[in-house]
């Protein structure tokens, strides 16, 4: 059973276009929700970490939220560059302790010049 | 700040050997690592909690005896695949946690395993 779901799985879009990635989740059992950036065999960049308490967070271009009630997070890029080409994970906190991430499959996003 | 190393970046190795992958908090102290694998064109998944000083915790389906985990300091754990199959083939990554705080996970680079 797939507990965080990304959709869609590959996104291209041309470069200046604002975009939004889905992520939702079964369980509403949920202390964070953290998105991540993958570069082609790279480790993880933390993007963006949402408390459960909270409703959205933003970091420059970036604008994640989180609603527990429908389980569901969208991060929105803004005025997209080709060097924000990567894989978009995002991974829902499971417990207090910041321990157990359970990971989507990503949305692999290519940005055109 | 809040760098993870890993060491190698990647391995090749034969069948049957065994193979140590080193995960380093480099200017931190870390309680908690944490190690997942990720297949091609897949998610990650937690193999293993490794707390320093006790015994890791591994998840369902993750043979403690054949991904044996040390968690011998604050800025080192290990993962050590035993006697590796091709099937063992994939990006290890791992992942430290700041000592006295709750969210934030710091991920490696990255380990690519290849056993032929």
């Known amino acids: 059973k797939q507990e965080v779901t990304q959709i869609p799985a590959a996104l291209s879009v041309p470069e200046g276009e604002n975009l939004v990635l889905n992520c939702s989740f079964t369980d509403s059992a949920i202390y964070n929700l953290q998105w991540f950036r993958q570069d082609p065999g790279k480790g993880l960049t933390s993007l963006l970490l949402?408390?459960?308490?909270?409703r959205e967070q933003t970091s420059g271009r970036l604008n994640a939220s989180l609603d527990k009630s429908s389980g569901r997070s969208t991060l929105y890029i803004a005025a997209s560059q080709p060097g924000d080409s990567a894989t978009y994970l995002c991974?829902?906190?499971?417990?207090?302790?910041?321990?157990?991430?359970?990971f989507g499959q990503g949305t692999e996003l290519s940005v055109k010049p | 700040g809040a760098v993870v190393s890993q060491h190698p970046s990647w391995v090749i190795c034969k069948s049957g050997t065994s193979v140590k992958i080193e995960c380093r908090s480099l200017?931190?102290?870390?309680?908690?690592m944490f190690w997942y694998r990720q297949f091609p064109k897949q998610s990650l998944m937690l193999m293993a909690t490794?707390?320093?000083?006790?015994?890791?915790?591994?998840e369902q389906g993750v043979e403690k005896d054949k991904f044996l985990i040390n968690h011998a300091s604050l800025t080192l754990s290990t993962l050590t695949v035993t006697s590796a199959h091709p099937e063992d083939s994939s990006f290890y990554i791992c992942s430290a946690r700041l000592a006295g705080y709750s969210y934030e996970q710091y991920f490696g680079p990255g380990t690519r395993l290849t056993v032929t």
């Open positions: 991974a829902k906190g499971e417990d207090n302790q910041g321990g157990k991430l359970i």
């Open positions: 490794s707390n320093e000083g006790s015994k890791a915790t591994y």
């Open positions: 200017d931190f102290q870390a309680t908690t």
């Open positions: 949402i408390q459960s308490s909270q």
